[in-house]
């Protein structure tokens, strides 16, 4: 099983650019209101699908609220096979503080 890195706000984009997979773990009205670019969101019933359509090479950052839940959540997809595992310190609440940019609002 891979090892859960956390990984820093400043850190993120440089990932997605080269191809990590972006996921949000919070709840759909969250995510509707505000999310980071380039992001999906997966929850227990679109998991099953993510996980056969995804590349387990690739790697994957988990966001959640504050970078308590997306900790065990990368943690299972560790599980799955994933090689490289990162949980966005401190969650969608530091990463949208550091980089509103990136964020996406209604």
Do not use: W
Request: aromatic share 8%.
């Amino acid at each position: 099983m891979s090892e859960v890195i956390s990984i820093a706000p400043a850190d993120v984009m440089d990932k997605v650019n080269q191809g990590a997979y972006l996921v949000d773990i919070r709840d759909i009205n969250s995510y509707q209101l505000s999310h980071i670019k380039n992001s999906t969101r997966i929850d227990n019933e679109t998991l099953p699908t993510f996980l056969r359509e995804a590349d387990l090479d690739k790697p994957i950052i988990v966001c959640c609220y504050h970078g308590i839940s997306s900790i065990q959540a990368a943690g299972f997809l560790a599980q799955q096979g994933f090689d490289e595992v990162y949980s966005l310190t401190g969650g969608y609440t530091a990463y949208s503080v550091a980089h509103p940019e990136h964020c996406n609002s209604i």
